[in-house]
């Protein structure tokens, strides 16, 4: 078992930046991939960005490529997501997970936090 919490978010004008943490505990972090995604009142929840197991690859969706960075650091068993640029409808609850493999497919991955939600304000 993994257990994952978020934290992070808040409210933000367009334009700034948040960063999200994503603190793990339980299995070590490090076997698992890791991966971000949101989901808006009303909407599917959204692949945002995912991470290898040592942090080598990333891969993120296009609506946050060059605004989002998707980062790790094992040894503090936390995941993060630095968002710049942010913009009104980047606005839903954000959720980190982790997994086997690196997908963009939420139901790949095994584990979830309860979410953050992010607020931006035009």
């Known amino acids: 078992q993994v257990q994952l919490v978020e934290s992070g978010g808040g409210l933000v004008q367009a334009g700034g930046s948040l960063r999200l943490s994503c603190a793990a505990s339980g299995r070590t972090f490090s076997n698992n991939v890791m991966g971000w995604f949101r989901q808006a009142p009303g909407k599917e929840r959204e692949f945002l960005a995912t991470?290898?197991?040592?942090?080598?690859?990333?891969n993120y969706a296009d609506s946050v490529k060059g605004r989002f960075t998707v980062s790790r650091d094992n040894a503090k068993n936390t995941g993060y997501l630095q968002m710049n640029s942010l913009k009104p409808e980047d606005t839903a609850v954000y959720h980190c997970a982790a997994g086997r493999s690196v997908d963009t497919r939420a139901e790949r991955y095994e584990y979830w936090g309860q979410g953050t939600q992010v607020t931006v304000s035009s």
């Open positions: 991470i290898s197991r040592s942090g080598s690859f990333a």
